[in-house]
């Protein structure tokens, strides 16, 4: 019998994992609107700076399908089980993240992203609640508790485990087990068990360990769609929640889109749109719309915004976060992210005796990224001492203009074009042979790379950020959560490695910055090889 492919798969999966949450979340559902329409906002504007450029409907769902997801796991069998599932979806873990070592922000969980290695769409951060990051009685009450429940039904088990022997999911295996992905393992279903462990654990400041312990199911914490322009979609959340007046949003929306207009080249559109040919994008000329076009184009979204399907601020909310994380707003680097805020969500407690209660469960929010250049070692280390400056430069400003600039200033030693980051090798990219370097192949006398990119026979691609960044991952933990980092209760604090969750996967994790590197030398070779060049690109 046949094999479904298993990243066709991923996209189904994720794809119903989506239409679950929005049902679970009307919130969910109603911010990827204002997403899809911040979105073709961003297109249009590029389609008159690029003529010939043009992103349809279809083409722009599938650009803007991309998910990230964030669960939260309580042991590490359930780990194992995690790691085993995502297998069958061409998913592996990538990286290790220690959450209890990020300062004020620290939880007691360590985590790994599973994702595919190679053109990634989807991922899914996923945390492994460490007990013996408090103390002795509490970890015994949560490790007692999470003893009694089984996320993974045993059909689900057969079904990974047959995969593993036949080397793949038939097409009957494949949609039971998405079937009861989103009907068991990861849907949430608003009931809870042990409101005093649950009361515990929030009193003392671990809401994070509260989520896991006190649920039956690996239920989403997010899941996080990619916009194309971050600061425009902010304003208009804000707007739709009634935070800002139509003034203040048509004066951060008209900064953004202009941001757009002043800074995007033919760079930026391979970045976004990676289903279309680079030679394609070269062949587009940029021209100026003018500011013009950027208000009038406003005025349309302002429009927009204002049917009631984007009366945002009548569902229940606690509001937007009040800054983005991530690098500055026009620095191309990593991850920027956001998010509406935690909602309270109906829950009912069932206690031994069967008394049940009904309360509130605060921990699903609603975070946006969006997606920009992988860092080399070395630009990530600038990186991070860039962050450090600005995180502290925004805590002790005036005001929130003045945040803003003080946080950018902080940045200003990146530069903001792929060509400038690439000269500083502060991100990783691929070559690629242009078509008048295929026509002379062969004929081309000089190998120096430098040479080859300025007369226009090889090109570079940036390679995009596909993990995630530990820092901004907590302060949306912070912000959402209302409980900004939480301290060790153990007797002395455990040390975490990444060799002690790969011992508990069963497998090795695989380092990002390796694979970029190996795809950057690879792609080197194989266009050195299409010019019709012998050099080991290694060397």
């Known amino acids: 019998m046949p094999h479904v492919d298993p990243i066709k798969l991923q996209r189904r999966l994720f794809a119903e994992l ?46 803007g399908s991309e998910r990230h997801g964030a669960i939260r796991i309580g042991t590490p069998e359930e780990y194992r089980w995690v790691s085993r599932f995502f297998a069958c979806f061409g998913m592996e873990p990538h990286n290790f993240y220690d959450m209890t070592a990020v300062g004020a922000k620290s939880q007691p969980v360590i985590s790994t992203a599973f994702r595919s290695s190679r053109n990634p769409e989807h991922r899914i951060f996923t945390s492994l609640l460490r007990t013996d990051y408090f103390d002795e009685e509490t970890g015994a009450r949560i490790e007692a508790r999470l003893a009694r429940r089984q996320v993974f039904p045993d059909e689900v088990r057969e079904n990974i485990e047959r995969r593993e022997a036949e080397g793949g999911l038939s097409t009957e295996d494949a949609d039971r087990l998405i ?4 009907t068991r393992i990861f849907k949430w279903t608003g009931e809870a068990t042990d409101q005093a462990l649950y009361d515990h654990l929030c009193e003392a400041g671990f809401k994070i360990a509260a989520d896991v312990a006190c649920f039956g199911t690996h239920h989403l914490n997010h899941l996080t769609p990619n916009t194309f322009c971050m600061d425009l979609y902010t ?22 889109l202009e941001q757009v207009r002043t800074t995007a080249d033919q760079d930026v559109l391979c970045l976004l749109f990676r289903h279309l040919d680079s030679e394609e994008i070269d062949g587009f000329d940029l021209i ?37 994380e991530g690098p500055a707003t026009g620095v191309p680097l990593l991850l920027r992210q956001d998010a509406y805020k935690a909602l309270a969500e109906r829950t009912i407690f069932t206690d031994a005796d069967g008394t049940h209660t009904e309360s509130v469960h605060t921990a699903r929010f609603g975070e946006i990224e969006q997606r920009f250049y992988a860092c080399t070692p070395k630009g990530r280390a600038l990186y991070d001492r860039c962050l450090g400056n600005a995180t502290s430069a925004r805590e002790a400003a005036a005001n929130r203009a003045a945040a803003t600039a003080d946080y950018a200033e902080c940045f200003a030693d990146f530069p903001r074009t792929l060509s400038g980051l690439l000269e500083q090798r502060l991100v990783w990219c691929r070559y690629e042979a242009t078509a008048a370097g295929r026509n002379a192949a062969g004929m081309i006398g000089d ?17 995009r950020y596909e993990d995630f960044l530990p820092v901004s991952a907590a302060g949306i933990f912070a912000s959402n959560l209302s409980q900004y ?11 975490y490695t990444q060799a002690m969750l790969e011992q508990i996967l069963g497998r090795d994790i695989i380092d990002p910055q390796a694979l970029c590197a190996a795809a950057q030398s690879e792609s080197l070779q194989v266009t050195y090889a299409e010019l019709g060049l012998n050099v080991d690109a290694s060397a």
């Open 18 to 63: 989506s239409r679950m949450y929005a049902n679970e979340v009307p919130m969910y559902d109603r911010a990827l609107l204002v997403n899809a329409v911040c979105n073709r906002a961003t297109c249009d504007l590029l389609a008159e700076m690029f003529p010939g450029f043009a992103i349809d409907e279809v083409q722009l769902s599938r650009t």
């Open 179 to 182: 079937e009861l992905a989103t």
């Open 235 to 256: 304003t208009a959340m804000r707007w739709c929640l009634r935070e800002i007046d139509e003034t203040e949003f048509l004066t951060h929306a008209v900064a953004a």
């Open 288 to 324: 100026d719309p003018g500011s013009d076009f950027v208000m009038e184009r406003i005025g349309q979204l302002r429009d927009t915004l204002a049917a009631p399907q984007f009366a945002l601020h009548e569902l229940p909310h606690h509001g937007f976060k009040d800054h983005t």
């Open 447 to 463: 190998a120096d790379l430098d040479t080859l990119l300025a007369c226009g026979f090889v090109r570079r691609v940036g390679q």
């Open 485 to 495: 980092g939480t301290r060790s209760t153990a007797a002395e604090k455990p040390e």
